[in-house]
């Protein structure tokens, strides 16, 4: 609890017009917009269209206790006493500081809320802030509602840390009309930030060691002062007009909608809005700019997408071996089309144009091994090119099996990430487990985790069966340096801090399978960085033990910091998986911060091609049936926000890209499941 001191720092001397209010505003119309089905994206700054009228200083931020509002520092006025002021804003000063006057001036109403003077120090009690200098006096601006403006002394050069927000029209008071000199202002309220200054003046003021004035909050007067009934400042920060990036804080914030997606999807990179050309036709364009008060600018514009225009696209194909197989698009377009089909198989690099293949069907007339993989077609109209969507050409029979899965993503300080997977028959499973860190900064991943640990806990335990810190360490470290060769996993240095180990896993259920988690972490919970989780199965084909699904759970963000499993299909036979990134419905099991709209992409490993994607899962009965087949949980909502899609998928070793809408990030949960026919 706090209890006042007998002691505070001489109370400021502070002897009203309204200040201009600056909201949102459209400035130059964005112009409509074309572009020809399959162009490139077009990228409009929205910073040469919106703005904040009037504003054309810094900005900073008040983040308070009743809400945030923006201020606008007025150099051409008091450009002393704005560097003053930024100075203490840069170094963080105001962070968790209290409004601690709030004075009438004769009449009934509050006429300044005044901070900057102190924060609660660590024995509880009142603490000065200590001053940088002080500012001479530059009164050049009255002191109107709305404005902000220097606390100082009877000095009028005495301005240091403290300030006010003026909440009704002191003009006359505070001029130099009435001593001579005047209290400098350096900042006006934006937008409709008084609101938040206003309800902190509503809050009941009391006497606290002889300030007669100062605000507490839900306080019963002769009580013990607590740390909750002060008005907090939390923090005073600069931020930009237009944000840079989706994880920016800024004084504009943009939203976009198309009114077509399959036309033109409309997203946002900070300021930028990135306009993506789909299948002919036109749409309207909605920007919507917001300042903190939840002002809004709109416009909208015309964009019209020509070309060639696909009605029909190739679809994925499963056969018996000697089967025939039909691929065909159906195009229009102004001119005459042309046709030009491509494959690509897993582990090619470069898809192979496919010689005679010109039409707007390829068919194969008996379909072999070689023939399994990704197959498009590049269609021509004039000097325009298309690619079709990927269709998927597997075969029926064979056998495979799950061999490598793995999974990267970033460890925040303290945190985890836990990857898991199932195991699948009787007996124990040798398999070789990685948690690898510092090894990734030999492929340039420059934020790699220094010296992670890892332990394995089956699922619905909590005691680890099998912990390691430093590979080198483990008892059987030669045979685990032979099994990972062997399997084709690079090759980790000797005396690294990465962890691994080659160990036998039990399948103790009655269910015949078992999950397992492997939580890695930092062995400094203090460091942070990128590790990449590992798991190889050494047996054949045809074991009678076998990996069945992985998943992995944590924070997915941008960059090197996406949270990305894969996967090896191993074999002769293709293998139908079901594939998920699960984000809103985690919060049905109590975690937070989730991503709330993701989408994934599904990419053969050392390719650039998306083979499958989906952006939400829309409750078709087939996902349901393969949730059900999988063991996987149900979403309750079929229209949930989560992604999943169920594909065949020929032998090779591919990648789960999630991604946020509009670069969001947050929690998810990555699951890859193989559906047992």
Do not use: C
Not at 30 to 36: E, L, M, N, R
């Amino acid at each position: 609890m706090f209890r006042p001191p007998t002691k505070l720092l001489s109370v400021f001397l502070l002897a009203g017009g309204i200040a201009s209010a600056q909201t949102p505003v459209a400035t130059e119309t964005i112009s409509a917009q074309s572009a020809d089905a399959g162009d490139p994206v077009v990228e409009l700054a929205l910073s040469g269209h919106f703005t904040i009228e009037n504003v054309i200083g810094r900005i900073a931020r008040f983040d308070t206790v009743y809400g945030s509002l923006d201020v606008e520092m007025l150099s051409e006025f008091a450009p002393n006493h704005v560097t003053n002021f930024m100075g203490y804003v840069t170094r963080g000063d105001y962070a968790e500081t209290i409004i601690h006057r709030m004075a009438q001036f004769g009449g009934e109403d509050i006429a300044i809320v005044q901070g900057g003077g102190f924060e609660i120090g660590g024995t509880g009690t009142l603490t000065p802030l200590p001053p940088v200098g002080q500012v001479a006096l530059e009164y050049a601006y009255p002191n109107f509602r709305g404005t902000l403006a220097a606390a100082r002394t009877s000095n009028p050069n005495s301005a240091a840390a403290g300030w006010y927000f003026n909440t009704i029209d002191n003009s006359f008071t505070l001029g130099p009309a009435n001593d001579g000199f005047g209290y400098s202002v350096f900042g006006r309220v934006m937008g409709d930030g008084m609101t938040v200054v206003d309800a902190i003046a509503a809050v009941e003021r009391f006497v606290v060691s002889g300030l007669s004035d100062f605000p507490l909050r839900n306080y019963t007067p002769d009580s013990d002062i607590r740390e909750e009934n002060f008005v907090f400042v939390n923090q005073v920060r600069e931020v930009s007009m237009y944000p840079e990036n989706n994880e920016s804080v800024a004084a504009l914030t943009f939203s976009a909608t198309s009114s077509a997606p399959a036309v033109v999807s409309a997203t946002l990179n900070g300021s930028t809005l990135r306009l993506d050309p789909g299948n002919v036709g036109s749409a309207t364009i909605t920007v919507r700019a917001t300042d903190i008060s939840g002002s809004v600018a709109v416009q909208e514009f015309a964009f019209a997408v020509g070309g060639i225009e696909v009605t029909r696209q190739p679809s994925n194909v499963n056969v018996a071996a000697g089967g025939p197989v039909s691929l065909s698009i159906a195009a229009t377009a102004d001119a005459s089309l042309g046709y030009q089909w491509y494959r690509q198989r897993s582990g090619e690099t470069e898809p192979t144009a496919l010689a005679g293949a010109t039409g707007a069907t390829l068919a194969l007339a008996s379909a072999q091994a070689a023939d399994m993989g990704f197959y498009w077609v590049e269609v021509s109209a004039g000097e325009l090119l298309l690619n079709s969507d990927i269709a998927i050409v597997t075969l029926s029979g064979g056998s495979s099996r799950l061999a490598n899965l793995s999974t990267r993503g970033r460890i925040a300080a303290g945190g985890f990430l836990t990857p898991g997977f199932v195991v699948k028959g009787t007996g124990s499973k040798d398999l070789v487990i990685r948690a690898v860190g510092p090894r990734l900064l030999n492929f340039g991943v420059q934020s790699a985790l220094a010296d992670p640990q890892m332990v394995i806990i089956p699922a619905g335990g909590s005691a680890a069966v099998v912990t390691n810190d430093d590979w080198s360490d483990a008892v059987n470290a030669d045979q685990l340096l032979t099994a990972s060769a062997a399997l084709g996993a690079f090759a980790l240095e000797a005396g690294s801090k990465d962890a691994a180990v080659l160990t036998a896993l039990p399948l103790p259920t009655a269910a015949n399978s078992q999950g397992y988690t492997v939580r890695i972490q930092a062995t400094d919970t203090t460091a942070s960085g990128i590790a990449l989780a590992e798991v190889y199965d050494p047996d054949p084909i045809g074991s009678s033990i076998e990996l069945t699904n992985v998943s992995a759970l944590g924070f997915s963000g941008l960059g090197e910091n996406v949270l990305s499993p894969g996967f090896v299909i191993d074999g002769t036979g293709a293998k139908t998986m079901l594939i998920r990134v699960v984000g809103p419905s985690l919060t049905e099991f109590g975690v937070v911060d989730v991503m709330t709209d993701p989408r994934l992409s599904l990419i053969p490993a050392g390719q650039t091609i998306t083979i499958s994607s989906n952006d939400n899962w829309g409750g078709t009965t087939a996902l349901k049936a393969a949730f059900a087949t999988t063991g996987a949980f149900a979403f309750d909502e079929d229209s949930s926000l989560d992604a999943a899609v169920l594909v065949r998928l020929p032998p090779g070793a591919y990648t789960v890209k999630p991604e946020g809408l509009a670069d969001s990030t947050g929690t998810i949960l990555v699951e890859v499941y193989e559906v047992i026919e």
